[in-house]
């Protein structure tokens, strides 16, 4: 399948032939868009993504550069995914908090019938395979979202969340890895070196 015949040339972009890329959407030089994948009309891919095997991103949905999405990872629209985010296999960003094939009079619903509320990914965060992320979150900058978690409220920057239903454990780093305590309100990253300040419930750099 691949690109439509008559689509726009994208340069430097790279479409396996079994990928269904539609011609509307929009795809940055150096992205890679691998086996089984389908990219919906209208969504916008950055630079430098890889789109792995089975992935599905739908209608509209942004994709900021160097995101990665893996293996059968589902991004329903509208989400928006920032630079540097990564989506692990087969995780899913859904997008209807009250699910239902049909309405109450036993018809089947159709795109008119629902809002689409869309996950938000600040830049950097990392998302764990067959995590599920419940429509209308947003995920922290440099978060890190555990394999299998189940994500229901919104993660704020640099935490460590797992479990069902998903709670803060740790802290991390922009490196990923946990932090290590450095007292007075005060973290360190043990491979960069780098801290961070605790306030409030809220850590960020320090300066």
């Not at 109450?104 to 795109?111: A, I, N, P, S």
């Not at 395979?129 to 919104?154: E, Q, S, Y």
């Amino acid at each position: 399948m691949g690109i439509a015949e008559g689509a726009p040339a994208r340069t430097g972009v790279r479409v396996e032939p079994t990928a269904d890329v539609d011609e509307r959407a929009v795809i940055g030089p150096g992205s890679t868009v691998w086996h089984l994948a389908q990219v919906r009309e209208d969504a916008e891919i950055g630079a430098d993504c890889i789109v792995g095997r089975g992935a599905y991103v739908g209608p509209g949905v942004r994709i900021g550069d160097r995101v990665k999405l893996q293996n059968h990872a589902l991004v329903y629209e509208p989400a928006v995914l920032e630079d540097g985010v990564f989506v692990g296999p087969a995780a899913v960003l859904t997008n209807d908090l009250y699910p239902r094939s049909v309405d109450v009079d036993g018809r089947l619903k159709r795109g008119d019938d629902w809002h689409a509320r869309g996950v938000t990914l600040r830049r950097g965060c990392s998302i764990g395979g067959r995590a599920v992320l419940v429509a209308g979150v947003t995920v922290g900058r440099w978060a890190l979202v555990a394999a299998g978690a189940v994500v229901h409220r919104d993660v704020p920057d640099f935490a460590l969340v797992a479990g069902v239903p998903a709670r803060r454990i740790k802290w991390v780093g922009r490196a990923g890895e946990p932090l290590a305590d450095a007292g007075g309100g005060r973290w360190r990253c043990p491979r960069t070196g780098e801290e961070y300040v605790e306030a409030g419930g809220v850590l960020s750099e320090a300066p």
